[in-house]
T-cell receptor, first 116, second 114 residues
Framework: AQSVAQPEDQVNVAEGNPLTVKCTYS??????LFWYVQYPNRGLQFLLK??????LVKGSYGFEAEFNKSQTSFHLKKPSALVSDSALYFC??????????????FGTGTRLTVIP | KAGVTQTPRYLIKTRGQQVTLSCSPI?????VSWYQQTPGQGLQFLFE???????NKGNFPGRFSGRQFSNSRSEMNVSTLELGDSALYLC?????????????FGEGSRLTVL
């Protein structure tokens, strides 16, 4: 079965420090990978995606993610964290012809807290 | 441009009842997907509709159903509600020709089953 895993339920980082939210994947073929963010009592917002091409993907709000095929990882990163980045972050896979373009499978989420 | 609109935002039902949730996609978007979010199971895909046809379906019992209208608005229905159906139900839309998997989510309908 295809899946993504987020090994950390919670990540705390000081404001101004770099942040990393981890994701590993188990996907057959060429993976389509995504990051979404959810603020309290809100729906999800798309941050970025990897489909093919450069391993470093840039997205919204200064976030980027690095696709690493050998480690089957797709970690979300930001050079300098803001308090406003505090939210729930989801890694997702899917969106292919095999899974259905909009049939995503999500990780369990990582709660990021940026400490002032 | 208005975002994805879901109604109602909050509702309380009792076991055995049924519920209908509504989703209005972003203007011009023709694909609507539904997801269930619970603390225990996380985010799970329910189904996707495109041009009034169900295009994909997740692994949920037949009590969960949906439909899409000619104006792309979608409804989902859950019959014979169970306590475990308590969840945030999220609707998402995508544009025709949009990037696969790049979904625009509504704020959700939070269902509590007592």
């Amino acid at each position: 079965a295809q899946s993504v895993a987020q090994p950390e339920d919670q990540v705390n980082v000081a404001e101004g420090n770099p942040l990393t939210v981890k994701c590993t994947y188990s996907v057959s073929g060429n993976p389509y990978l995504f990051w979404y963010v959810q603020y309290p009592n809100r729906g999800l917002q798309f941050l970025l995606k990897y489909i093919t091409g450069d391993n470093l993907v840039k997205g919204s709000y200064g976030f980027e993610a690095e696709f690493n095929k050998s480690q089957t990882s797709f970690h979300l990163k930001k050079p300098s964290a803001l308090v406003s980045d505090s939210a729930l972050y989801f890694c997702a896979g899917g969106g292919t012809d095999q899974t259905g373009a909009n049939n995503l499978f999500f990780g369990t989420g990582t709660r990021l807290t940026v400490i002032p | 441009k208005a975002g994805v609109t879901q109604t109602p935002r909050y509702l309380i039902k009792t076991r055995g009842q049924q519920v209908t949730l509504s989703c209005s996609p972003i203007s011009g978007h023709r694909s609507v997907s539904w997801y269930q979010q619970t603390p225990g199971q996380g985010l799970q895909f329910l189904f996707e509709y495109f041009s009034e046809t169900q295009r994909n379906k997740g692994n949920f019992p037949g009590r969960f159903s949906g439909r899409q209208f000619s104006n792309s608005r979608s409804e989902m229905n859950v019959s014979t509600l169970e306590l475990g159906d308590s969840a945030l139900y999220l609707c998402a839309s995508t544009a025709v020709g949009g990037s696969p998997g790049e979904l625009f989510f509504g704020e959700g309908s939070r269902l509590t089953v007592l």
